[in-house]
C-alpha cells in the first residue's frame, strides 16, 4: 500500500496533511460546538456556503494544475501560466468578498430562512470569512505548483502549522476575549494567512518572485479549460450543500448540526481518495501514456485506506463526536446514521478518480454533460422523496446510487477511449 513510487511520493503528503488539516478543524468545530447547537448550525451554514463557493471557484487552480503540469519543462511558459493564476486568483477573490458583502443578507436570510440574532451573526461572521476566498485560491494555486514539483511535503508543513494555530487562535478569540462566531471568523482567517505566509517562505528558494504580469489569453485559456469543471463542482458540491443545507435547515437545527457531522467525519475518510486522485492529476498530464497503471493503482490504494480510516471512525465514533460536541440527542442521531453512511458511499472513490482522470485527458465537457444529467434526476428524487419521508435516509441513499452510477459510466468511457487517450504527447 506504501510502495516508494512517484503515485505514493505525491499522495501520501497529501493524505497526512490533509488529515491533518481535518482532524484539528474538528477541534476547531468543537469551540462553537460546545457553545451551542444554534451557533455550531450557523456558522456551519455561513462557513459551507463560502466554502462551496471557494470550491466552485477552485477550479482554475485544478486548470492550472493540468495546463501547467503539460508545459513544465519550458520554465518560461510555466511561469507566465503561475503569474497568470496569481492574477486569477486575487481577482476572483475580491469579487467573492463583493458578493458575500452585498449579496450575503439575501442568502442567509432568503434561502436558508436565518432571522434576527442568529441572522444578525451569521452576517457578522460571514463578512470576516469572505476573504477566505481568495486567500484559499491563493493557497490553491501554491498548492498546485507544489504538487507539479513534486514538493507535496511543503503542503504537509504548512498545513499543519496553519490548522494547529488555527485552533489556538479560536479558543484565544472566542473563549479568552469573549468574541463568539466573530472570534471563530477571525481565527480562520488569521490561519490562512499563515499558512500562505509560510508557503511563501518555503518556496524563496524555487520561485524568483517578480510583479506578476497581466496576460488576457492565459487567462482565458484557463477559465475555458475551468469552466466545464466549475460547473461539474457546482453541481455535485454547491448545490449539493446549498440546496440540501436549505431544505434540512427547514425541518430543524438539530438535522443541520447531524448533516454537517456526518460529512465532516466522511472528509476524513475521503482524504485518501482526493489525495490519490489530485496525483493521478499530475502524472497524467506529464505524462497520458501511464495513465492505466496510475489510475488503477490509485483507485485500489484509495479504496484499502478508505476501509482503513472508515473502521477506526466507526469504532472510535462516540469519543470523537464528545471531543466535537456535549450536545447528547446529537450524538445519538449521529451514530444512528454514520455507520450506513459509510458503506453507501464507497463507491465515491473510484467515481472521484475516474472524475480526475477524465478531466487530464480533456474530457471536462463531456463529464459536465454527463453529471448534469444523472445529478439533476438523483438530486429531483432526493427533493420528492425528502419531503415526503423528511429522512436523511432518502439524501444518503439516493447519493450512494448517484456515485455508484457515474461510477461506472466513466469507467466505460475511459474503456472505450483508451486508444485515443494513449496517442496524446507528454509534456512540453
Not at 503542503?155 to 494555530?165: D, Q, R
Not at 520561485?207 to 477559465?223: A, C, D, G, H
Request: net charge positive; hydrophobic share 55%.
Amino acid at each position: 500500500m506504501f510502495k516508494k513510487d512517484q503515485l505514493n511520493q505525491l499522495a501520501l503528503p497529501l493524505i497526512l496533511s490533509n488529515v491533518v488539516s481535518l482532524v484539528i478543524s474538528l477541534c476547531d468545530q468543537a469551540v462553537m460546538g460546545h457553545l451551542s447547537i444554534t451557533s455550531f448550525a450557523a456558522v456551519g451554514i455561513v462557513a459551507g456556503f463560502i466554502n462551496s463557493v471557494t470550491g466552485v471557484l477552485g477550479a482554475t487552480s485544478i486548470s492550472f494544475n493540468i495546463l501547467g503540469a503539460r508545459v513544465y519543462q519550458n520554465q518560461s511558459l510555466f511561469r507566465k501560466y503561475l503569474e497568470t493564476q496569481v492574477i486569477l486568483s486575487l481577482l476572483i477573490g475580491l469579487l467573492g468578498f463583493g458578493f458575500i458583502t452585498f449579496g450575503g443578507k439575501f442568502i442567509f436570510q432568503q434561502i436558508y430562512q436565518l432571522n434576527a440574532q442568529v441572522l444578525e451573526e451569521s452576517l457578522n461572521y460571514a463578512y470576516i470569512f469572505s476573504s477566505a476566498i481568495g486567500l484559499n485560491l491563493l493557497l490553491f494555486t501554491c498548492s498546485s505548483y507544489l504538487k507539479i514539483i513534486n514538493r507535496t511535503k511543503y503542503i504537509l508543513i504548512g498545513n499543519t502549522v496553519a490548522t494547529i494555530s488555527n485552533v489556538i487562535l479560536d479558543l484565544l478569540f472566542v473563549y479568552g476575549l469573549g468574541l463568539g462566531m466573530i472570534g471563530n471568523a477571525v481565527g480562520s482567517v488569521l490561519a490562512l494567512i499563515l499558512n500562505l505566509i509560510i508557503y511563501l517562505v518555503l518556496l524563496k528558494c524555487e520561485i524568483r518572485w517578480e510583479v506578476p504580469l497581466f496576460r488576457f489569453s492565459l487567462i482565458k485559456e484557463n477559465l475555458q479549460y475551468a469552466f466545464p469543471m466549475m460547473v461539474q463542482e457546482f453541481l455535485e458540491n454547491t448545490i449539493l450543500i446549498v440546496v440540501l443545507g436549505a431544505l434540512i435547515s427547514r425541518i430543524g437545527l438539530l438535522e443541520v448540526s447531524v448533516y454537517q457531522l456526518i460529512n465532516n467525519l466522511l472528509q476524513i475518510s475521503w482524504m485518501p481518495m482526493y489525495a490519490y486522485a489530485q496525483a493521478t492529476l499530475t502524472i497524467v498530464s506529464e505524462n497520458p501514456k501511464c495513465i492505466v497503471p496510475i489510475h488503477q493503482q490509485a483507485i485500489t490504494r484509495s479504496i484499502r485506506l478508505y476501509a482503513l480510516i472508515s473502521v477506526f471512525l466507526v469504532l472510535n465514533q462516540n469519543f470523537i463526536i464528545n471531543l466535537i460536541t456535549n450536545q447528547k440527542l446529537l450524538l445519538e442521531y449521529f451514530c444512528k446514521y454514520f455507520p450506513m453512511v459509510i458503506i453507501l458511499f464507497i463507491f465515491n472513490n473510484m467515481l472521484t478518480i475516474y472524475q480526475y482522470t477524465l478531466q487530464t485527458l480533456g474530457e471536462q465537457k463531456w463529464i459536465l454533460k454527463t453529471t448534469l444529467l444523472i445529478y439533476s434526476i438523483g438530486y429531483l428524487l432526493i427533493y420528492l422523496f425528502a419531503q415526503l419521508y423528511k429522512s436523511l435516509w432518502i439524501v444518503y441513499v439516493i447519493l450512494a446510487m448517484i456515485y455508484f452510477i457515474l461510477s461506472r459510466i466513466m469507467k466505460l468511457k475511459l474503456k472505450i477511449n483508451l486508444d485515443k487517450y494513449l496517442q496524446i504527447p507528454p509534456c512540453l
